[in-house]
């Protein structure tokens, strides 16, 4: 057993843990601000796997991981064009459309990826780390946590932007009123269909980013059906933390370290059928949502489209 | 200028002139062709009944509905008030009738909604200007406290407020009284007076005959969409209080010229010695925190006689029609349907006794609007012969005699497979009245029975409610027009405060009598 406890081996695991969480933690942020703003962003996992898909393709050709990142980026704006044409200003149904841009999107991005690569999987370079001096060196702790990709880090930077955003400034206000009590923002002058467009926006902005980043630097390629339901995971994670975007964090860590616990025990090939490993993050979700749930305060008016002059 | 209902020539002090505004909404006209004219310094005070078209007219005037037809000058200039962000910039400033402020935010920050999204919100502006503001108010808010824990009077202050420190010009006020206590609105009229000695216009909007008197300059009376007179500010100053109510009285409630729902009173014969069928006295209710209770109510109701209840909607109405049907728990006095008692038993009971009521609240309370048709007509015998047996619905029962009721009751349904809501009013009120007149009938109780309903259903209703009493049935007829009351009654009592101040014989003055009552005046 001396050898699941290792030192590298506890490293190796933080570092899975963290490379795991950040795909999540996008996720879960971008769908924090939708549901601050009114929007079940349930096509959120479709918003991934277009991200992962496109920044897989830019990175591919272009060779470069942060024109990647930007394609992956776009292609989730573009799934959320959609999202927020039909959901926000025609107010259509928002469970039943994001079920089916995710349904359309795993078929779309698996049909696209065999035209392009038929039965290949070409992959991407290692991503290369950006070393923070010093705080890399201590045992276990750094390499686990200091030797990531830029991308990393700017991540754990849109935390507290996202806490500053919400907190202090006018577009946080109007996010929340437009979730909370969307006539109340109409008639203080803000356009309530615009607030929630620029929400459903970034969302698929940071999903979209989220997705690359599962594939150009998690993966280091793209299979149909990659996400495998890190946007459902984000949905959780936004629903449990109470408008918080550090909560978010947490929340995201927790699941990484589940996630990476899974790869890590199947690589040490420890005497529990795979199943039931690959059912830990699952088993997560269930606990969390048991201990958490019941306190998770949605926004009063989520998932309700927004008419002016209807009662 | 001067005479009543005459519409004062467009002023140029006026801020806001509306001429023949029109809105509609599907099956009813709200707005009938409405002219007003709103001058600083003045309290307008809009007046008129439930559903008379007040909320939709100030919808209109900031932006959040567009007239069908009609014209908004602002100023002077022909304008179309576009969005809620127009009309703020207009200086039009609403403090609607629902609570329009974020629970979940403080004060502060509500108050700070709307301001450029890239900037940080302004605190320290915002506090200097508060203080100013509320100084010269009298008024004192807190800004950090969560508006979820204030209280209405206090969440409406906060509306005003914001109103004033858009530096709005107009400010609008939608039945704002409703949710104060006696002693919030006065603040409140104290409070207007003095946004009026500012400069200020306000269009204050009630259906209290007292309040329009108490603070108004001017009054505009709106009746079923229509505007149906003005009371202009020289006239005001020159009446006094009760003067200016019973003109009121007059307006909201006189007989209009060429009013085409005027018919003859129908000299019916009613058997003076017969027993009366439904026989209440001293029947009470206690109050809750937002309803009336009622007080030592005393009626007889004698076969093929029509009481009607006439009063200023929310005086107790509703409570009084539940209480007989057995809806609403009665803390004392007796009620006798034949010479029974029947004040402890259940609402089946009653009806299965031939105790009925149709309910004013069609589609909530009176039919369940995704069902069909013909199961509506059934829905008070769910579960008994001959509709259903064992358990099992007799659909060609069922059909057979909804078919019959639906020609009989002259329902005009594309089928009898429609779900009921997506009929008209007034065919979901013939479905309700096949239903409650049906088998075994001999009390109905009618709560507003024509409200919202087009004419021709009006008058319909009302025929078949005067063929019911001419059956010999006794009726009791709930209404808040007068006018109704006055073209069905053989007497009308009139409900003040959840007691009856009074009643009349309907005969040649009871219109002059039934309005006095209603203000408070003894008839
Ligand atoms: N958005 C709407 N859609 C359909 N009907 C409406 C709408 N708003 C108001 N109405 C109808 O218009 C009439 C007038 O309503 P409203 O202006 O709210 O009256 P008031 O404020 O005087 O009580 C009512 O019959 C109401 O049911
Ligand atoms: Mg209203």
Same mark, same amino acid.
């Given at each position: 057993m001396t050898g699941l406890f290792s030192e590298v081996f506890l490293s190796a695991l933080m570092f899975g843990a963290v490379t795991a969480a950040i795909p999540l933690l996008l996720a879960g942020l971008g769908e924090q601000m939708s549901e601050k703003a009114g929007v079940l962003n349930i096509g959120i996992e479709g918003m991934m796997l277009a991200g992962a898909y496109l920044g897989f393709v830019g990175a591919f050709y272009s060779g470069s991981l942060w024109l990647g990142f930007l394609t992956g980026a776009a292609g989730g704006v573009v799934v959320a064009l959609i999202m927020a044409l039909l959901c926000v200003r025609i107010g259509l149904n928002q469970i039943v459309i994001g079920i089916a841009l995710t349904l359309g999107l795993e078929g779309l991005t698996a049909l696209l990826h065999h035209f392009q690569f038929s039965r290949s999987y070409p992959r991407l370079p290692a991503a290369d780390a950006t070393v923070i001096p010093l705080l890399s060196d201590i045992p276990v702790f750094g390499p686990a946590f200091f030797k990531h990709h830029l991308i990393v880090y700017l991540a754990l930077a849109l935390v507290f932007a996202m806490g500053y955003l919400y907190r202090h400034t006018q577009l946080g206000l109007n996010l929340q009123a437009a979730g909370d009590k969307p006539a109340a923002l109409d008639v203080a002058g803000i356009d309530v269909i615009k607030t929630r467009t620029i929400a459903v926006l970034t969302t698929g902005a940071l999903a979209g980013l989220g997705g690359a980043y599962l594939a150009n630097v998690g993966a280091g390629l793209f299979i149909p059906f990659?996400?495998?339901?890190a946007g459902f995971l984000g949905i959780v994670l936004a629903m449990l933390a109470r408008g918080r975007p550090v909560w978010v964090l947490f929340g995201a860590l927790l699941f990484g370290v589940c996630l990476s616990l899974t790869t890590a025990m199947q690589v040490a090939g420890i005497n529990i059928p795979t199943d039931v490993i690959q059912m830990l993050p699952f088993l997560a979700v269930m606990i969390m949502l048991v201990l958490f749930g019941r306190r998770a305060s949605l926004p009063a008016a989520l998932g309700i489209p927004y008419e002016r002059g209807t009662r | 200028m001067g005479s009543l209902s005459s519409l004062p020539g467009a002023d140029k002090r006026d801020i806001v002139v509306l001429e023949g505004v029109t809105k509609r909404f599907p099956g009813i006209v709200a707005n009938d062709s409405i002219d007003l004219s709103i001058r600083p310094g003045e309290v307008h005070v809009l007046l008129g009944e439930n559903g008379a078209g007040k909320s939709t007219l100030i919808g209109m005037l900031s932006g959040l509905l567009q007239p069908d037809e009609g014209r908004i000058l602002v100023d002077g200039k022909l304008t179309q008030i576009t969005s809620p962000r127009h009309a703020l910039a207009l200086g039009i400033g609403t403090v609607f009738q629902h609570m329009m402020l974020v629970p979940a935010l403080t004060v502060a920050e509500n108050l700070l909604l709307g301001g450029p999204w890239w900037q940080r919100p302004r605190t320290e502006e915002l506090e200097a200007r508060v203080a100013e503001i509320t100084r010269s108010l009298g008024i004192t808010v807190k /800004?950090?406290?969560?508006?979820?824990? /204030?209280?209405l009077g206090e969440q409406q202050q906060v509306e005003i407020l914001r109103a004033m420190v858009r530096n709005s010009r107009l400010l609008i006020l939608d039945e704002s009284t409703s949710m104060l206590t006696p002693k919030g609105i006065d603040e409140l009229g104290t409070l207007m007076r003095r946004l009026v000695e500012q400069g200020l216009a306000i269009v204050f909007i009630t259906h209290k005959l007292k309040e329009a008197a108490a603070f108004g300059d001017r009054i505009s009376v709106l009746k079923l969409g229509r505007k149906v007179g003005e009371i202009p500010s020289e006239r005001f100053r020159a009446l006094g209080e009760q003067e200016i109510i019973s003109e009121i009285v007059e307006l909201m409630f006189g007989k209009q010229k060429d009013d085409p729902e005027a018919v003859e009173c129908p000299i019916r014969t009613i058997c003076v010695e017969a027993a009366p069928l439904l026989q209440v006295a001293d029947l009470a209710v206690a109050p809750t925190d937002n309803t009336p209770g009622l007080s030592s109510i005393s009626f007889d109701i004698r076969p093929g006689e029509i009481l009607g209840i006439a009063g200023i909607d929310g005086n107790g109405q509703k409570q009084l029609a539940e209480a007989l049907a057995g809806q609403r728990v009665a803390t004392g006095g007796s009620v006798r349907l034949e010479g029974t008692a029947i004040e402890m038993l259940s609402v089946g009971e009653r009806r299965q006794r031939g105790l009925r009521y149709l309910t004013d609240d069609r589609l909530g309370e009176g039919t369940v609007g995704t069902f069909p048709v013909s199961i509506n007509f059934f829905l008070k015998q769910v579960g008994a012969a001959p509709f259903w047996r064992n358990g099992f619905e007799q659909r060609a029962e069922i059909d057979k005699r909804a078919a019959q009721l639906v020609r009989e009751y002259d329902v005009r349904t594309p089928s009898l497979k429609t779900p009921v809501g997506r009929l008209s009013g007034g065919n979901i009120q013939k479905v309700l009245l096949a239903r409650e007149l049906a088998e075994g009938a001999k009390v109905v109780i009618f709560n507003k029975p024509t409200y919202g309903l087009d004419l021709a259903n009006t008058l319909a209703s009302r025929q078949r409610i005067r063929d019911t009493a001419a059956r010999g049935l006794a009726i009791l007829l709930i209404s808040t027009d007068l006018e109704e009351l006055l073209s069905m009654c053989d007497r009308i009592a009139v409900i003040a405060n959840g007691a009856l101040v009074g009643t009349v014989e309907n005969v040649d003055d009871a219109r002059t009598k039934v309005g006095r009552l209603m203000i408070g005046l003894a008839a």
């Amino acid at each position: 057993m001396t050898g699941l406890f290792s030192e590298v081996f506890l490293s190796a695991l933080m570092f899975g843990a963290v490379t795991a969480a950040i795909p999540l933690l996008l996720a879960g942020l971008g769908e924090q601000m939708s549901e601050k703003a009114g929007v079940l962003n349930i096509g959120i996992e479709g918003m991934m796997l277009a991200g992962a898909y496109l920044g897989f393709v830019g990175a591919f050709y272009s060779g470069s991981l942060w024109l990647g990142f930007l394609t992956g980026a776009a292609g989730g704006v573009v799934v959320a064009l959609i999202m927020a044409l039909l959901c926000v200003r025609i107010g259509l149904n928002q469970i039943v459309i994001g079920i089916a841009l995710t349904l359309g999107l795993e078929g779309l991005t698996a049909l696209l990826h065999h035209f392009q690569f038929s039965r290949s999987y070409p992959r991407l370079p290692a991503a290369d780390a950006t070393v923070i001096p010093l705080l890399s060196d201590i045992p276990v702790f750094g390499p686990a946590f200091f030797k990531h990709h830029l991308i990393v880090y700017l991540a754990l930077a849109l935390v507290f932007a996202m806490g500053y955003l919400y907190r202090h400034t006018q577009l946080g206000l109007n996010l929340q009123a437009a979730g909370d009590k969307p006539a109340a923002l109409d008639v203080a002058g803000i356009d309530v269909i615009k607030t929630r467009t620029i929400a459903v926006l970034t969302t698929g902005a940071l999903a979209g980013l989220g997705g690359a980043y599962l594939a150009n630097v998690g993966a280091g390629l793209f299979i149909p059906f990659i996400s495998n339901g890190a946007g459902f995971l984000g949905i959780v994670l936004a629903m449990l933390a109470r408008g918080r975007p550090v909560w978010v964090l947490f929340g995201a860590l927790l699941f990484g370290v589940c996630l990476s616990l899974t790869t890590a025990m199947q690589v040490a090939g420890i005497n529990i059928p795979t199943d039931v490993i690959q059912m830990l993050p699952f088993l997560a979700v269930m606990i969390m949502l048991v201990l958490f749930g019941r306190r998770a305060s949605l926004p009063a008016a989520l998932g309700i489209p927004y008419e002016r002059g209807t009662r | 200028m001067g005479s009543l209902s005459s519409l004062p020539g467009a002023d140029k002090r006026d801020i806001v002139v509306l001429e023949g505004v029109t809105k509609r909404f599907p099956g009813i006209v709200a707005n009938d062709s409405i002219d007003l004219s709103i001058r600083p310094g003045e309290v307008h005070v809009l007046l008129g009944e439930n559903g008379a078209g007040k909320s939709t007219l100030i919808g209109m005037l900031s932006g959040l509905l567009q007239p069908d037809e009609g014209r908004i000058l602002v100023d002077g200039k022909l304008t179309q008030i576009t969005s809620p962000r127009h009309a703020l910039a207009l200086g039009i400033g609403t403090v609607f009738q629902h609570m329009m402020l974020v629970p979940a935010l403080t004060v502060a920050e509500n108050l700070l909604l709307g301001g450029p999204w890239w900037q940080r919100p302004r605190t320290e502006e915002l506090e200097a200007r508060v203080a100013e503001i509320t100084r010269s108010l009298g008024i004192t808010v807190k /800004l950090h406290a969560k508006v979820s824990e /204030l209280s209405l009077g206090e969440q409406q202050q906060v509306e005003i407020l914001r109103a004033m420190v858009r530096n709005s010009r107009l400010l609008i006020l939608d039945e704002s009284t409703s949710m104060l206590t006696p002693k919030g609105i006065d603040e409140l009229g104290t409070l207007m007076r003095r946004l009026v000695e500012q400069g200020l216009a306000i269009v204050f909007i009630t259906h209290k005959l007292k309040e329009a008197a108490a603070f108004g300059d001017r009054i505009s009376v709106l009746k079923l969409g229509r505007k149906v007179g003005e009371i202009p500010s020289e006239r005001f100053r020159a009446l006094g209080e009760q003067e200016i109510i019973s003109e009121i009285v007059e307006l909201m409630f006189g007989k209009q010229k060429d009013d085409p729902e005027a018919v003859e009173c129908p000299i019916r014969t009613i058997c003076v010695e017969a027993a009366p069928l439904l026989q209440v006295a001293d029947l009470a209710v206690a109050p809750t925190d937002n309803t009336p209770g009622l007080s030592s109510i005393s009626f007889d109701i004698r076969p093929g006689e029509i009481l009607g209840i006439a009063g200023i909607d929310g005086n107790g109405q509703k409570q009084l029609a539940e209480a007989l049907a057995g809806q609403r728990v009665a803390t004392g006095g007796s009620v006798r349907l034949e010479g029974t008692a029947i004040e402890m038993l259940s609402v089946g009971e009653r009806r299965q006794r031939g105790l009925r009521y149709l309910t004013d609240d069609r589609l909530g309370e009176g039919t369940v609007g995704t069902f069909p048709v013909s199961i509506n007509f059934f829905l008070k015998q769910v579960g008994a012969a001959p509709f259903w047996r064992n358990g099992f619905e007799q659909r060609a029962e069922i059909d057979k005699r909804a078919a019959q009721l639906v020609r009989e009751y002259d329902v005009r349904t594309p089928s009898l497979k429609t779900p009921v809501g997506r009929l008209s009013g007034g065919n979901i009120q013939k479905v309700l009245l096949a239903r409650e007149l049906a088998e075994g009938a001999k009390v109905v109780i009618f709560n507003k029975p024509t409200y919202g309903l087009d004419l021709a259903n009006t008058l319909a209703s009302r025929q078949r409610i005067r063929d019911t009493a001419a059956r010999g049935l006794a009726i009791l007829l709930i209404s808040t027009d007068l006018e109704e009351l006055l073209s069905m009654c053989d007497r009308i009592a009139v409900i003040a405060n959840g007691a009856l101040v009074g009643t009349v014989e309907n005969v040649d003055d009871a219109r002059t009598k039934v309005g006095r009552l209603m203000i408070g005046l003894a008839a």
